[in-house]
């Protein structure tokens, strides 16, 4: 299986500020990296697949690179709503599997 | 609107048996892969299975394999997932997902249904 590793776990940002979350797989995926936003109580929100396409209506603050093993997700402009827990997943081989999620609150 | 709704979920002994169901409506379910993710309390997320738009292939994790089965009615525009021989672990939040007509990530997703596996 292919293991899924996120840095940092958690952080902490201000509103207006940028932050970078950075994803490992363990073996070379391709793109085949997604970003999932999850807030507490609620079901996840699909943000980027194929490493860097937004999923429709995902506003152009986010955004996502990378390649093989490392990936990041970008959020510029960070916003009260954007507080939450951030995970990725990888699909290039089964099973799928996701990241631990990075959790990300208000400074 | 995409409307996934989850139901089926709630408390069984360890070794029973549930079946949860997802409604789908707002898109042709028949043209999309459906998966279901499960998340432990407190946890994160974990995929669970997948099934492709004819139900042709389905995909599994392995700590499910030959205890739950996926299937999809296309006709009723419903998915479903047949857990047997329920354990500890099994206890989550339980949702389903409309991925995409070719990539198998999930793009919309329902708000869940929970199951509690305890004696």
């Known amino acids: 299986d292919i293991q899924m590793t996120q840095s940092p776990s958690s952080l902490s940002a201000s509103v207006g500020g940028r932050i970078t979350i950075t994803c490992r797989a363990s073996?070379?995926?391709?793109?085949?990296l997604a970003w999932f936003q999850q807030k507490p109580g609620k079901a996840p929100k699909s943000l980027i697949y194929?490493?860097?396409t937004l999923q429709s209506g995902v506003p152009s603050k986010f955004s996502g690179s990378g390649s093989g093993t490392d990936f990041t997700l970008t959020i510029s402009s960070l916003q009260p709503e954007d507080f939450a827990t951030y995970y990725c997943?990888?699909?290039?081989?089964?099973?799928?599997?996701f990241g631990p999620g990075t959790k990300v609150d208000i400074k | 609107e995409v409307q996934l709704v989850e139901s089926g979920g709630g408390l069984v002994q360890p070794g029973g048996s549930l079946r949860l169901s997802c409604a789908a409506s707002?898109?042709?379910?028949?043209?999309?892969?459906m998966s279901w993710v499960r998340q432990a309390p407190g946890k994160g997320l974990e995929w669970v299975a997948n099934?492709?738009?004819?139900?042709?292939?389905?995909n599994y994790v392995d700590s499910v394999k030959g205890r739950f089965t996926i299937s999809r009615d296309n006709a009723k525009n419903s998915l479903y997932l047949q857990m047997n021989s329920l354990r500890a672990e099994d206890t989550a939040v339980y949702y389903c997902?409309?991925?995409?007509?070719?990539?198998?990530?999930?793009?919309?997703w329902g708000k869940g249904t929970t199951v509690t596996v305890s004696s």
């Open positions: 099934i492709k738009q004819d139900g042709s292939e389905k």
């Open positions: 997902a409309r991925d995409g007509r070719v990539v198998v990530v999930p793009a919309q």
């Open positions: 194929a490493a860097s």
């Open positions: 073996q070379g995926i391709r793109n085949s």
């Open positions: 707002g898109f042709t379910f028949s043209s999309y892969w």
């Open positions: 997943q990888q699909y290039n081989s089964y099973p799928i599997t």
